[in-house]
């Protein structure tokens, strides 16, 4: 069965330094920096809120194909 993030809808593929699997452990932490600092933040855009879930959904792949959750 493909990643949870290969069967995205295209129009959450915003960014494109936050549509990609997560591949390693820099990646990992860089996409919880990206979504924590998103999270920070009064007011989102339209964008920001649809990559923060983007990245909620990528993060969550990449830690149970590592951790096995």
Do not use: G
């Not at 990643?3 to 390693?24: D, F, H, Q, T, W």
């Not at 809120?49 to 990245?55: G, I, Q, R, V």
């Amino acid at each position: 069965m493909p990643a949870i993030a290969e069967r995205l809808p295209s129009k959450y593929l915003v960014k494109a330094e936050a549509s990609e699997i997560i591949a390693s452990r820099e990646q990992h932490e860089a996409y919880i920096q990206r979504l924590w600092n998103c999270n920070a933040k009064a007011h989102r855009s339209a964008e920001e809120t649809e990559t923060a879930k983007l990245l909620v959904v990528l993060i969550a792949d990449y830690e149970t194909r590592q951790f096995h959750y």
